[in-house]
């Protein structure tokens, strides 16, 4: 099973980036999928939700209106489109899997995103 996050970087504040995990090893279409977060010293935090097929999303208050969470399920693959980014959206970010009625989970290795002038 692996989880690979792509798409973090250095970013001015106001700008945009687009976070892509593909997955493979394990049925995508099945899963729910999330990206979180973790800034240094903070814990890791939700950011965004979407159902397997993609009919859902949720986010956290935060970053509602400024992201957005898709996936492609023929490709493997869930993004997250991050806009208007701000200083405090500066962290780490995970994608993550979630099999919620059988317990089974996955975690990406994360990918750095900076906002930073």
């Known amino acids: 099973v692996q989880l690979v996050e792509s798409g973090g970087g250095l970013v001015q504040p106001g700008g945009s980036l687009r976070l892509s995990c593909v997955a493979s090893?394990?049925?995508?279409?099945?899963?729910?999928m999330s990206w979180y977060r973790q800034a240094p010293g903070k814990e890791r935090e939700l950011v965004a939700v979407i159902t397997p097929i993609g009919g859902t999303t949720n986010y956290a208050d935060s970053v509602k209106g400024r992201f957005i969470i898709s996936r492609d399920n023929a490709k493997n693959t869930v993004y997250l489109q991050m806009n208007s980014l701000k200083f405090e959206d500066t962290a780490v970010y995970y994608c993550?899997?979630?099999?919620?009625?059988?317990?089974?989970?996955?975690w990406g290795q994360g990918t750095q995103v900076t906002v930073s002038s």
């Open positions: 993550y899997a979630n099999l919620r009625r059988y317990a089974i989970n996955y």
């Open positions: 090893g394990f049925t995508f279409s099945r899963y729910d």
